[in-house]
């Protein structure tokens, strides 16, 4: 019977423009390509030139730390740029794709047969290790030492989230067997909510399945570690996404590197909120152009509002994206007397307006705004309302903010990814940059450990 997490902290927006339980065909036009910059913590090293050959599977990059580690091609065809910024860093390798699509055959035998190095094994050469996450430091897992769980969070909550149960139909057995490769290297837990309409998920076999309960950030899977098995010091856990569990299981099932994945197109500006089939690399282009008739005033995000990254049209499906989404930029945005009037369409955690009298399902149309500059950091508890977890938010922080490293190792920063902040920040009054504070603070104590 599965376990029961019911979390009280946190804090559900519900914002304009969800996407509709169904399937919009587009057409998959352009060069792919793939960007190291959504591998966190990867120095990657170039295995392809401008003009060469490939098929889906093979490595077009590989981590320079752990040279074994290659990052896959989404298509085959020919790697038609090699795009690189200041100090010749490298920003993403472009791939244009054959009318028919090649892949690259991967034998590993039968899964009942394999151990866990062989499927670890496979992982790495087939290049998806790259797609597992590990705590702490939130960063691409490494090839070595073996962690003590892995957790894969089945549902998603953040605004305007990607529903994982329209992703998972027709894909069942794909991540049932995904599931069961990631058994065979470490205890396996999977998360799912006890809103889902999926009864498939709850007779997962091979894993331990835990229920949770409750508001936004509650499907984070760094907020689920630190209820079932939280990170001590020395210890390393796997988090994995479930898309990229079907990837894995796909892999187990055909030999072959697939990454297709749907993805949601939502958001208030968008025409259509709906679901789209692509690949890792698409680009954006043909999605937005068919759901946006202009791009003025438009925030344009390769993920969701709080997490995701801020994009343009000339941008590409990320490895980790499960929903492109639009929200008014509110650049141009003209209120009158500001916060003083009575509002009934703004959203406020605190009911400074009255919309909170219409009850929490309400949709707001939110824009961009942060509305205000940072300011002095107020500690008056905001964080610990939001933050799920068993840890001191605001105190974590500041240890952040002073570089005090033996404060941040006491306060628990080895179970926090910077998405756990996410909700925290929204509420911030002091509007400090929350997340890039957490990615600051793993980094220097990555760096102090190494």
């Known amino acids: 019977m599965a376990n029961v997490f019911k979390l009280k902290k946190g ?50 990059f590989v981590n320079k730390k752990f040279p074994e580690v290659g990052y896959a091609s989404p298509v085959s065809g020919t790697v038609t740029a090699v795009i690189r910024g200041d100090r010749r860093k490298l920003l993403c390798v472009k791939v244009c794709p054959d009318k028919t699509m090649t892949y690259r055959s991967f034998q590993f035998g ?12 496979a992982l790495v050469d087939a290049g998806l290790f790259g797609y597992i996450n590990q705590l702490p430091y ?14 894969v969070s089945a549902f998603r909550d953040m605004p305007l989230s990607a529903d994982f149960d329209v992703e998972l139909e027709g894909n069942e057995q794909e991540f049932q067997t995904g599931l069961t490769a990631l ?28 229920v949770f309960d409750g508001p936004c950030p509650a499907a984070n899977a760094s907020v689920q570690v630190n209820h079932i ?9 796997w988090m994995v996404e479930p898309t990229v569990v079907i990837f894995i299981g796909r892999l187990f099932l055909t030999g072959k590197v697939d990454l297709r994945r749907t993805i949601a197109v939502a958001g208030s500006e968008m025409k259509d909120p709906s679901y789209v089939d692509v690949l890792v690399g698409q680009p954006l282009k043909q999605i937005l152009n068919a759901q946006l008739d202009s791009f003025e005033d438009v925030r344009i995000i390769n993920g969701n509002p709080l997490t995701g990254r801020k994009s343009s049209v000339d941008d590409y499906v990320g490895v980790h994206t499960s929903e492109i989404t639009a929200i008014p930029e509110g650049a141009n945005r003209d209120e ?33 705004r942060i509305k205000g500059g940072e300011r002095k950091m107020i500690m ?52 400090l940059e929350l997340q890039l504070l957490v990615r600051n603070g793993l980094d220097m104590l990555r760096k102090e450990n190494a």
């Open 110 to 121: 039968k899964l009942e047969s394999l151990d866990g190095a062989a499927v670890r094994k």
């Open 11 to 60: 804090l559900d927006i519900n914002l304009q423009g969800k996407a509709a339980k169904k399937r919009i065909p587009i057409k998959a036009e352009g060069d792919f390509a793939l960007v190291p910059d959504e591998f966190i913590g990867v120095v990657p090293k170039v295995v392809v030139r401008e003009g060469d050959k490939v098929e889906a599977g093979d490595a077009l």
């Open 336 to 368: 009158m007397l500001g916060w003083i009037l009575p509002r009934t369409k703004d959203f406020s955690v605190n009911r400074s307006y009255f919309s909170w009298l219409f009850g929490k399902n309400k949709e707001y149309k939110l824009d961009a």
């Open 229 to 237: 098995d939280p990170v001590n010091k020395g210890e390393v856990v």
């Open 380 to 431: 008056s508890g905001e964080y610990d309302k939001v933050l799920p977890m068993d840890i001191y938010g605001e105190y974590l922080i500041k240890a952040i903010i002073a570089g005090d490293i033996d404060k941040m190792e006491q306060l628990g920063i080895y179970e926090v990814a910077p998405e756990d902040f996410a909700v925290a920040e929204f509420v911030d009054s002091s509007k």
């Open 138 to 151: 939130a960063v691409a897992a490494e090839p070595t030492g073996d962690p003590k769980g892995i957790f």
């Open 183 to 210: 058994s065979k290297i470490a205890q396996t837990y999977l998360g799912i909510s006890a809103t889902q309409s999926s009864g498939a998920l709850a007779k997962m076999k091979d894993v331990e399945v835990n």
